[in-house]
């Protein structure tokens, strides 16, 4: 297995990823100016950022929802720390969206007072993992290692967005002093076309139902995939490296069941369990859990 820190850059305790790191607007990024209608996407890597990058594009952009125009969901709803054009984001109009992976502690501070929407999507970490060890074998070529090797890099928190269990911890503990709505990944695949609805309303957007019928189509796993605006095939050519995998690979629940063993699903249930104690919000395992 190549060495984590080959790939990681650690900041005040957390872990990004060197490439494509914003690292001068870090340093910065707890006096970034917030406005008040700005929207953020907050997740751990592999919990459904680019599927919410595709929701709140769609749902703000008409002319994305009815294809008018050739936007690249990447750039609509850019992320804050990491960049694949530079952005001026103090140039942008509002409403700005984001997405970002970052944990409560570094997020800018202006968001207590200006209240941003903010949608925090979780998925549950057995899947989480999985879809994390595809990621790095296929796409970011940076291991050759096997699952089991992986497995206990991110149960030591030693991969992009550290410790998972810190991190939806964190900002759930958080959340009084934000205006934030939390999302889970399978409810929302589960139920599209209701999570796009609860968006709305938290977002206070009224779609009318062809809207809603045209955000759920393209936000659709197989739509998605096959859509080259929404899809990141563009990012993953852009360094040149040929690329075995795709970031929509097979947006489901309970693919951890083919790649777990018993062990490590023992372990993992006992270390959920201690960790994720008196935890409030639900979690969904496999497709038929309710
Ligand atoms: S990243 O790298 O952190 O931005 O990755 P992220 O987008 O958070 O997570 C990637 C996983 O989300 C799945 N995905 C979807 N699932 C269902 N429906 C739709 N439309 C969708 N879009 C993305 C994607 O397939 C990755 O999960 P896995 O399990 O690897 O397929």
């Not at 694949?84 to 984001?98: G, N």
């Not at 050519?237 to 970031?247: A, I, L, N, R």
């Not at 023992?266 to 201690?274: G, L, P, V």
Request: overall charge negative; hydrophobic content about 35%; glycine content about 4%.
């Amino acid at each position: 297995m190549e060495d984590p820190e080959s790939i990681l850059f650690k900041f005040k305790g957390y872990y990004f990823y060197k490439l494509r790191l914003n690292i001068d607007f870090l340093e910065n990024l707890e006096d970034f100016e917030i406005r008040e209608d700005d929207v953020f996407i907050i997740t751990y890597p592999k919990s459904g950022t680019i599927w919410f990058q595709q929701i709140l594009s769609l749902i703000y952009f008409e002319e994305h929802r009815k294809r008018t125009a050739n936007l690249n969901t990447v750039d609509q709803v850019p992320f804050l720390e990491y960049y694949s054009k530079k952005i001026d984001f103090a140039e942008r109009p509002s409403p700005r969206l984001f997405s970002t992976h970052l944990p409560y502690y570094l997020f800018p501070s202006g968001a207590k007072n200006k209240k941003p929407k903010i949608i925090y999507v979780y998925r549950n970490p057995k899947d989480v993992v999985c879809s994390y060890y595809y990621f790095f074998k296929n796409v970011i070529l940076k291991i050759t290692g096997s699952f089991e090797e992986f497995f206990e890099q991110f149960l030591e928190g030693k991969v992009v967005g550290s410790l998972w269990f810190d991190h939806i911890k964190g900002w759930y503990e958080q959340k009084s002093h934000f205006n934030i709505q939390f999302m889970m990944y399978e409810e929302i695949k589960k139920d599209l076309r209701g999570s796009i609805l609860k968006v709305c309303k938290f977002l206070g957007k009224e779609l009318s139902d062809e809207d809603i019928d045209s955000v759920v189509a393209q936000a659709m796993f197989e739509n998605m995939k096959s859509d080259p605006r929404a899809n990141y095939d563009i990012i993953m050519q852009s360094d040149g490296v040929p690329k075995k995998g795709h970031f929509l690979r097979k947006g489901t629940i309970g693919d951890w069941k083919n790649h777990m063993t018993v062990e490590q699903n023992e372990r993992f249930d006992k270390i959920f369990q201690r960790e994720m104690k008196d935890f409030p919000l639900k979690f969904i395992w496999d497709m038929n859990d309710e």
